[in-house]
Each structure stands twice: as structure tokens, then as C-alpha cells.
């Protein structure tokens, strides 16, 4: 009797990033870029910082996570996205063992 062989890390992280992006557990449909996608999205825990220098102008930040499979680029620093309609600028952007971790913000009023 042969013993099945452990499935190797690279394809342990996979499934945790397909758990993790799944719609019924943490992952939802966004639109990003026009295109729908299944990711996290994350709200910063202050969502929305006053700006000291524009009175009634707020810093909306969100984190989003999403496969590289789906998205299928990693994004650059200082790029423009459409995430649910909202602009947003990148201002920081990984791949983290196939799944793309991107940190964005906009101003909004």
C-alpha cells in the first residue's frame, strides 16, 4: 500500500487562496478595471482621514486582494484603477504567492 504524497506548499497555498477568495467564505464580485472579479476587498480601519490642507476632502484607503490568475497583471505604483466605480490610485501593489495584494486610495468629498 503506497502512501499518496503530500501536495507540495506552492500547491497548499493555492487552495488557501481559492478558500480565501471563494464568494461563500471572505471573497465577493467587484468591478475593477470595468471587468468582474472575484476578490477581497478591505476598508482600512480609519476609511476616511480628514486631509489637514483641503477642509471637507477625505482619504477613502482599501486593500484589495485578488488571484493572479483573475486579475492576470500586477499593477504598478502611482496607476489609476476603477474599483466599483470608484478611482483610485495604487500606492502599493505585491504578489504574495499568486495572490495580488494591492493598496489603494482616492480623495473623495
Given at each position: 500500500?503506497?502512501?499518496?504524497?503530500?501536495?507540495?506548499?506552492?500547491?497548499?497555498?493555492?487552495?488557501?487562496?481559492?478558500?480565501?477568495?471563494?464568494?461563500?467564505?471572505?471573497?465577493?464580485?467587484?468591478?475593477?478595471?470595468?471587468?468582474?472579479?472575484?476578490?477581497?476587498?478591505?476598508?482600512?480601519?480609519?476609511?476616511k482621514?480628514?486631509?489637514?490642507?483641503?477642509?471637507?476632502v477625505?482619504?477613502?484607503?482599501?486593500?484589495?486582494?485578488?488571484?493572479?490568475?483573475?486579475?492576470?497583471?500586477?499593477?504598478?505604483?502611482?496607476?489609476?484603477?476603477?474599483?466599483?466605480?470608484?478611482?483610485?490610485?495604487?500606492?502599493?501593489?505585491?504578489?504574495?504567492?499568486?495572490?495580488?495584494?494591492?493598496?489603494?486610495?482616492?480623495?473623495?468629498?
Amino acid at each position: 500500500m503506497s502512501i499518496p504524497p503530500f501536495p507540495s506548499f506552492k500547491d497548499q497555498v493555492a487552495l488557501d487562496a481559492a478558500v480565501f477568495t471563494n464568494p461563500q467564505e471572505f471573497g465577493g464580485e467587484h468591478t475593477i478595471d470595468g471587468r468582474q472579479l472575484v476578490a477581497v476587498v478591505e476598508d482600512t480601519i480609519n476609511d476616511k482621514t480628514p486631509l489637514d490642507y483641503a477642509e471637507g476632502v477625505f482619504v477613502v484607503r482599501k486593500t484589495v486582494h485578488v488571484a493572479r490568475v483573475e486579475l492576470g497583471y500586477l499593477p504598478e505604483v502611482g496607476q489609476w484603477m476603477l474599483l466599483n466605480g470608484l478611482r483610485m490610485q495604487v500606492t502599493k501593489a505585491a504578489d504574495e504567492f499568486g495572490m495580488i495584494v494591492i493598496e489603494l486610495e482616492a480623495n473623495v468629498t
